[in-house]
């Protein structure tokens, strides 16, 4: 285990807002924390390096290290009121299993109050169907000898009887009428007193031996049953015969699992396993759950599901009033060890102490967090070690809980990501490629950014997209400018509706990224610190999710690429995500129309047709993923492109979106003249403009030579044109 890891309750404050660490320190000796400012979290010594400012805090001192643990798996828990006195039983469910994993994988099971298990119905080590029965100190185990299908429905069951001492499961693929039964004698003096149940776990405090696959409609008699009764005893109609009858079709935007029978014996999901997914029913008539949800009665469950790593907290930090707005970190050490955890301070709510407003993109961090890449190589912890680097990789550590960018064990995509657990991703000199210039990405890259503005003497606030999507245009409404990151990729309706707005009414905005405004994205209504994706059809993806399951569980709405909503990145910034390619930067050529009146004090200052063919990300301005111009999806038609990405080498490739067949493809004329950054401006009739750089590496040159550069130059000049101070 990493000797020493924290994370943070929320990732944004503004003053008087309290924020909370949770830290895990496997050291006998206290650890200190303290506060840290954060200017650059880039380690290449060919750049500014790392830059950090000490700040005093209330927080800062030594505490008693302690090791906090995590448990991972998805799995339901049902607690009830009190204890259930049954001398015979049979506990029953769809499943469609997804993995054998050499272990057993529980799907139903019984527990007393101290957590001892009762009885469980598990997946074995082969794929066999195995029930066990803990009672009176002694064990009776039964196994099938036909194993399960993956990917396939079917009913499992298991029955005890204490009246003829006998213990029995069975299977039966759903349609068919042929089940494997297997039986066993026990005692005959059983009795089954349990008030815990868990589907997908063992039941007790943690998830334990967790089950990968969909289970459906699991139900508990109080008395054995056949397999012919079985059948009539789950038909809709006589669902009230049994003791408990669990119904996933019911709340599955929320975390509360229903019990449709009079008992009320509902449960919990824990570690968000994914809902809204088809179940035994769906047969391809409706996509929706919202509008056929008896087709989605299913939860997927998997072994490695985590989100939120329910730390206690080790200290607190209350925001003052007369902090600047900005990128700070609660530094953490013990012995040779240290850990940083970033969080974004705000100014006061509906208060700006600057003209300009830099947007931070949590949620693209959030989604990206602990991406274990899969060309990562362990070659490239040799350059990290000589940058003095963040030494930790997801790669290395993925039983930390992966991004959405991974798969679960099981092979389907990850859905969930939150930021309420360590993030190596969200780190002061973490490094995402190993290979080329910097590397860098997400929060290290914005953070060139950032080391700009404070070369430049920019006064600028921080706004999250976390208050964009709370708070809507409100929380930028003050600002005349407002800047992205370099990769604001991942969005929610209401934030794309609040920059929407702030552009119509007046505001300027500068989108100095690329593959910006790409994902659609949900908050869970019940912890919002969690976001969910659901990568449908189309778009660079790194997994896609099942025929059926297109729509976000937590909000209902159709997920995917907000170009298959209606809503192209050009609507709102005039580009959109056009190609990519590997990790390395081209340059722009400025255009015949830059030198019109209306945009040409853009390149106030600048001499050179060429624009970028420099920088620590990638070596140039412009590469790795690029937008461009497109007026069927939403360009504006007065947008003047007024300098264009060339020169991308081979393995650079039209989006998919883009892509109709192996020689055709939506844009016109050569696909391949697609795949280029387009430098437009554009002026909107509510008195607002936009300025779009359209690639992804454009904020890596604006440290180069000192920050004294044409593409310095070029962003200095919009900002001071679109916030009317002088820069």
Sequence with gaps: MIPLLGYSNKLSGRPGDTIEFKVSSRSSDDFYADLVRVVCADPNPDGPGIIENDINAAFAGRYPSRAQDFHSGSCVQIRAPKALDFSSLTLTALIWPTLLNGRNQTILSLADSNGECQLDLALGASGELCANVYLSGSRWSCSSEEIVTLREWQRVWVSCSASDGTL??????????????????????????????????????????????????PALF??????????????????????????????????????????????????????????SLWDGTEMCWRHKPEHYGAIHFHEDDIVDFEWQTDFEFTIPENIRSGIYAARIRCGDFEDKIPFFVL??????????????????????????RPDYDELWQEKWREWNAYPWNPAEYPEYGLSTYNNHADGSGICHASHRRPLFTLRPG???????????????????LIAWLENKGIDYDIVTDWELHHDGADSIAKYKCVTTGSHPEYHTKETLNALRDYRDSGGNLIYIGGNGFYWRVALSSENPSIIEIRRGEGGIRAWASEPGEYYNAFDGEYGGLWRRNARPPQQLAAVGFSGQGQFVGSYYRRT??????????????????????????????????????????????????????ENHGDTFVLVPEERLTHITALPDGDPNDAIRADMTYCDYPGGGAVFSVGSITFCGSLPHNEFDNSVSRILKNVVKRFTDVSA
């Design 222 to 279: 109080n008395r054995t049953c056949g397999t012919s009764e079985l059948t009539a005893l789950l038909s809709d109609d006589s669902r009230q015969h049994a003791h408990a009858h669990w119904d996933f079709c019911k709340n599955i935007s929320g975390t509360q699992v229903l019990d449709s029978g009079v008992h009320q014996l509902h449960g919990t999901t824990i570690n968000y396993p994914t809902r809204g997914v088809t179940g």
């Design 592 to 645: 015949e129309a830059s030198n019109q009146a209306e945009v040409s004090w853009i390149f106030a200052g600048v001499n050179d047709d060429i624009i970028g063919d420099f920088g620590l990300s990638g070596g140039g301005a412009a590469g790795f993923e690029v937008d461009r111009v497109d007026h069927r999806l939403g360009t504006p038609s007065n947008a003047v492109v007024v300098a264009r990405s």
């Design 430 to 448: 973490y490094v995402t490629f190993g290979y080329g210039e910097s590397g860098l990405r997400h929060f290290q890259a914005d953070t060139h």
């Design 168 to 217: 029995s499961l069975g299977f039966a693929r759903c349609g068919q009428n042929n089940p494997t039964l297997r039986s066993l004698s026990m005692s005959d003096t059983l009795n089954f007193r349990f008030d815990q149940i868990a589907f997908a776990s063992v039941a007790g405090a943690h998830p334990k031996e967790c089950f990968n696959g969909k289970i459906e409609a």
């Design 347 to 372: 100014p006061e709510k509906n208060k700006s102490r600057a003209s300009l407003c830099v947007l931070v993109s949590t949620f693209t961090y959030s989604i990206y967090g602990n991406h274990a």
